[in-house]
């Protein structure tokens, strides 16, 4: 029986906090309507008391997108939860996600508090959230560097305060995977009540482990990851939704699923690249431009003979066409002859040799040699043979 792992996607709040990545209110509801045809399972739609823009894309996205859950941010203060309850009004599906620093470095440096009044602030927070918004979501800011003993004994008091899911956030990036996975491990086995809730991951990605750390998340029992397209967020970013997503439709074995349409990750990818003029690197996984690219001979012959020699996912389930073959002074015959046939060149042996050795000539000074350059090459060594 399949067992699904929720998406819940921050590209509209976490993402957008990406100096220069400032979105309008109308780019934030077309990217929403976007993100609820890929099947994400909750869109945070923004923080609605941080700016009297950021509160109307809220509500327009509330009042706009009916499939999906649509949710706010809120700190442990009353005017905020309010405020995310009114922007939330007319949602049909509403969440408030409310919730404090707890780890030692939030509590006595930044809070200048005690691990008690996080404790009552939290319950606090939780129960005014539960009277406005059909659900509530609690995050542990820092939870990565919290006492995980305090951490169980935080999570306990606010699912019996009323929060349905709690996010465990690596708000620095500093957990190594086993370490991740070994909090979500030790909350599943110490809150008695964690039966009434679900666990939910939201990792950083300063060391370059989001994405590692939140699969160790839910393989250690979570079911919700926190992610956005393209990786976009604070800092390095967060965990990149396209990433999770294909690790666990390619890792049949960890046996749970989502409901992304993923064929509709490219252009997803390119609409959240251009509106928020974050360019994304040629080398990104899945949705980076070079992702199903090969200009290496030896890979290139692979590829040519059977493309799951070199590549673990049919670029079409991701939306990004089919296959590159890229010419450059490492491509060898096979792709010279590929590449003509696709030009409806059927080129003899004689005559693949003699237009091999005069591309290396032109490919040592070129950075890669495109459809023109060959048409023109395949055209000489054809003519020149003929007289």
């Known amino acids: 029986m399949k067992e699904y792992v929720q998406i819940f996607d921050t590209t509209l709040r976490d993402g957008e906090q990406v100096p220069g990545c400032k979105l309008g209110t109308n780019q934030k509801v077309e990217i929403a309507k976007e993100l609820e045809q890929l099947g994400v399972n909750v869109i945070e739609a923004g923080f609605p008391i941080s700016s009297p823009g950021d509160f ?11 499939g999906t859950t649509i949710c706010a941010l809120s700190r442990a203060v ?9 922007a939330l009004k007319h949602a049909v599906n509403g969440r408030i996600h409310t919730g404090i620093g707890t780890s030692d470095f939030h509590i006595f440096q930044k809070l200048n508090s005690t691990r008690e009044n996080i404790l009552e602030r939290g319950i606090r927070a939780v129960k005014l959230a539960r009277n406005l918004a059909p659900e509530v979501e609690f995050y542990a800011e820092d939870a990565g560097r ?5 951490l169980a004994q935080v999570v306990e008091k606010m699912i019996h305060a009323g929060a349905t899911i709690i996010n465990i956030p690596d708000t620095t990036g500093y957990c190594l995977p086993h370490q991740y996975g070994e909090k979500i491990k030790y909350l599943m086995d110490h809150v008695p009540n964690m039966d009434k809730a679900i666990l939910s991951t939201h990792c950083h990605n300063d060391l370059g482990l989001a994405t590692a750390n939140s699969i160790a998340g839910i393989q250690a029992g979570a079911r919700q990851i926190e992610c956005t397209i393209n990786g976009v967020g604070e800092r390095a970013g967060n965990t990149s939704l396209e990433e999770v997503v294909m690790i666990l439709k390619q890792h049949q074995d960890i046996q749970l699923h989502t409901s992304i349409q993923t064929e509709r990750l490219t252009h997803l990818s390119r609409i959240v690249e251009s509106e928020m003029n974050m360019q994304v690197q040629r080398n990104k996984a899945i949705v980076g431009r070079n992702a199903f690219a090969h200009s290496s001979g030896i890979h290139q012959d692979g590829v040519i003979k059977s493309r799951e020699t070199y590549e673990i996912i ?17 491509s060898g015959r096979a792709a010279i002859k590929y590449r003509a046939k696709l030009l409806h060149v059927d080129l003899s042996k004689d005559q693949l040799e003699e237009v091999y050795h005069r591309f290396l000539e032109i490919a040592d000074r070129e950075n890669q040699i ?14 020149c043979q003929a007289q």
Request: with cysteine; charged share 30%; glycine share 6%.
């Open 370 to 383: 495109d459809d023109l350059q060959l048409k023109e090459l395949l055209n000489n060594v054809i003519v």
């Open 78 to 86: 009353d005017k905020d939860i309010q405020c995310a309850g009114e």
């Open 146 to 150: 919290t006492d995980n003993k305090f």
């Open 314 to 330: 049919d670029p079409k389930e991701v939306g990004a066409g089919s296959t590159q073959i890229i010419l450059t002074a490492r």
């Open 56 to 66: 109307e894309a809220v509500q327009q996205i509330a009042s706009t997108i009916k």
